[in-house]
């Protein structure tokens, strides 16, 4: 089988010939058919955990269809159309895990990262333990279910879990790999939903995808824009950029949240008084376990929220994921193996 490795942090994608390995006990082996790109990917690009063994293979967006299993695996047949996301699996024991802290569980050997802890679908193979597996439903192909994996259930998990209701004001903020997923989600969801990106150039299509309202915030101030529409009992943070989220917090309504699910390094400046007088408050939300991408595959499935992607062969990975990394990509960047 052809995998794209990576033999060092920092090192360069390498497109290998590995023998078609075998599931261990409790684990599956499937055949990739499509795996998104996600900005994910870049913690096994450039080693940002300490406990990653290379050479490894990222991916953890992966659609595909059992084709082995392992001893000890009843629930899961071959044949079967699945999808692999990044984090799951829960001891069930300790305070952490009861409360979703999986990072700090007492048992992390029964977690799993895919593409980290074990190899991902940048591959034509890979073998996940059962924990990690959805049913992908019939009406979503691969490459529509491969995105859902992270860029999905983050934002649908995110919205879900926000305290919002039908008819509340929920903002996305960014119209990018995740935004144009928050954007339908959110109007699935029956929220009153307004999408704020930069340049009006993108208001005919936040309108497309589910959008009441847009606003442009090169040319308007957003959050006074969202305090004349009432404020935002939600705002759901999808850019890489802290600023960008400090800018719009004032839109927040009384009780309103700012969800951020938008990786980046800038800090987020919240004033004090903002927050305490109005009862605001700033959190984040990771993604979710594989019950929340089964959630995730069966609710896009059942109301029409798809991923906008550009399609690549495995062979042109490098190309798909500096495109994907510069911001060029429009909207998820996905792998195909042609299989």
């Given at each position: 089988m052809r995998s794209v490795q990576v033999s060092k942090p920092n090192g360069p994608f390498e497109i290998v010939e590995r023998k078609i390995p075998e599931p261990g006990d409790g684990k599956?082996?499937?055949?990739?058919?499509?795996?998104?790109?996600?900005?994910?990917?870049?913690?096994?690009?450039?080693?940002?955990?300490?406990?990653?063994?290379?050479?490894?293979?990222?991916?953890?967006?992966?659609?595909?269809?059992?084709?082995?299993?392992?001893?000890?695996?009843?629930?899961?047949?071959?044949?079967?159309?699945?999808g692999v996301g990044w984090v799951g699996g829960s001891c069930g024991y300790c305070e952490s895990c009861r409360r979703g802290d999986f990072v700090t569980c007492h048992f992390t050997q029964v977690h799993y990262s895919t593409g980290i802890s074990f190899d991902g679908g940048y591959s034509d193979y890979v073998i996940t333990p059962t924990q990690a597996l959805a049913t992908i439903p019939d009406k979503l192909s691969a490459i529509e279910a491969a995105p859902l994996m992270c860029a999905g259930v983050t934002t649908y998990n995110a919205l879900r879990n926000s305290g919002a209701r039908d008819g509340d004001l929920v903002a996305i903020?960014?119209?990018?790999?995740?935004?144009?997923?928050?954007?339908?989600?959110?109007?699935?969801?029956?929220?009153?939903?307004?999408?704020?990106?930069?340049?009006?150039?993108?208001?005919?299509?936040?309108?497309?995808?589910?959008?009441?309202?847009?606003?442009?915030?090169?040319?308007?101030?957003?959050?006074?824009?969202?305090?004349?529409?009432?404020?935002?009992?939600?705002?759901?943070?999808?850019?890489?950029?802290?600023?960008?989220?400090?800018?719009?917090?004032?839109?927040?309504?009384?009780?309103?949240?700012?969800?951020?699910i938008g990786a980046s390094d800038e800090p987020i400046e919240a004033p004090p008084t903002l927050l305490l007088m109005g009862r605001r408050s700033l959190v984040g939300w990771p993604g979710g376990t594989s019950m929340d991408s089964q959630d995730t595959l069966s609710f896009s499935a059942l109301s029409g929220v798809r991923s906008m992607n550009e399609i690549f062969p495995l062979e042109r990975a490098t190309e798909a994921y500096e495109r994907m990394m510069s911001g060029k990509v429009r909207f998820r960047a996905v792998l195909t193996t042609g299989r």
């Open positions: 599956v082996r499937i055949k990739v058919q499509a795996c998104g790109i996600c900005h994910g990917d870049s913690v096994t690009k450039l080693g940002l955990f300490p406990d990653i063994k290379y050479p490894r293979v990222p991916g953890h967006e992966i659609a595909g269809v059992i084709d082995a299993v392992g001893n000890d695996v009843a629930e899961w047949k071959i044949g079967q159309r699945v903020l960014g119209i990018g790999g995740l935004g144009h997923l928050g954007i339908q989600f959110a109007a699935k969801m029956g929220f009153d939903t307004v999408a704020v990106g930069r340049g009006k150039d993108k208001e005919e299509l936040a309108k497309k995808l589910g959008a009441r309202e847009y606003i442009d915030s090169r040319s308007q101030n957003a959050s006074e824009e969202l305090t004349k529409l009432g404020g935002a009992k939600v705002i759901l943070g999808t850019v890489p950029s802290g600023k960008a989220m400090s800018a719009i917090l004032g839109g927040l309504d009384v009780n309103g949240k700012l969800i951020v």
